[in-house]
């Protein structure tokens, strides 16, 4: 589970644990939003009382912000990208084991597959670096 950081997302940190008086564990974007992940525990105290704090990060950043909870373990996959992906609705999220490498396969309608992939295949992108840099899972395909 190895995560990255560049200068960019080190500053966003820097930020939240300065607003929120939480230290965040990661940083990444997805779908044009920052999303925070924070110990499960301080999820709403990370929120803030009313939003408080997500309305003065978004204030500050100019940008879209999520705070998600970190997940405890490799199980906790569907858990983490249906809070990721909401609320965009699939019907069926798992993992599989083929040929010794594992791959998330998402079974959704068209036009939650649509909005799934994105434009130039971006989201699907993204959605594949967070789940490679979280659980280790190389392959992700939507059905």
Do not use: W
Not at 35 to 56: S, T
Not at 61 to 78: F, G, T
Not at 116 to 140: A, D, H, M, P
């Amino acid at each position: 589970m190895t995560k990255t950081f560049d200068m960019q997302f080190i500053r966003y940190m820097n930020l939240f644990n300065r607003v929120t008086r939480i230290g965040a564990k990661h940083c990444f974007t997805y779908n044009n939003t920052i999303v925070f992940v924070v110990p499960r525990a301080k999820v709403n105290e990370a929120i803030g009382k009313n939003n408080e704090n997500l309305k003065k990060l978004s204030s500050i950043l100019l940008k879209r912000i999520r705070i998600i909870a970190e997940p405890k373990s490799e199980k906790d996959v569907e858990s983490f990208i249906s809070v990721l992906i909401s609320p965009i609705q699939y019907k069926t999220l798992e993992v599989v084991n083929n040929n010794g490498a594992e791959e998330l396969i998402i079974t959704a309608g068209m036009e939650s597959k649509a909005m799934l992939i994105g434009r130039n295949k971006t989201r699907l992108e993204e959605l594949k670096n967070i789940v490679e840099q979280y659980f280790g899972i190389k392959s992700v395909k939507i059905l």
